[in-house]
């Protein structure tokens, strides 16, 4: 049973750097052709896909926040981590790891509030 557990700080203020991390067990993040991804749901709104990282270590970005985001991995702890620069209040979310193009499965999902 693959299951994903996102952990991170639930505040972060203007302009600092959001940054959440997906631990994943039940099969390994560089199984091919799995592809784990951030998708965040601000509140009100629907779900937004933020980008992915796939078994090969490739990234793939959301072209309207890929000047700000970046995704990374640690094969080691099967884990993979989620930064997002330069936040303001509009990227109050929760955010979402999931795995697949047809996300099978996701993680319970982590509020994050960006206030002052």
């Known amino acids: 049973q693959v299951q994903l557990q996102e952990s991170g700080p639930g505040l972060v203020k203007p302009s600092q750097t959001l940054s959440l991390t997906c631990t994943t067990s039940?099969?390994?993040?560089?199984?091919?052709?799995?592809?784990w991804n951030w998708i965040r749901q601000p509140p009100g709104k629907g779900l937004e896909w933020m980008g992915a990282?796939?078994?090969?270590?490739?990234?793939y970005y959301s072209p309207s926040l890929k000047s700000r985001t970046s995704i990374s991995r640690d094969t080691s702890k099967n884990q993979f981590t989620l930064q997002l620069s330069s936040v303001t209040p509009e990227d109050t979310a929760v955010y979402y790891c999931?795995?697949?193009?047809?996300?099978?499965?996701w993680g319970q999902g982590t509020q994050v509030t960006v206030s002052s």
């Open positions: 999931t795995r697949g193009v047809s996300y099978d499965y």
């Open positions: 039940g099969g390994s993040i560089t199984t091919n052709y799995y592809y």
């Open positions: 990282i796939a078994y090969s270590g490739s990234t």
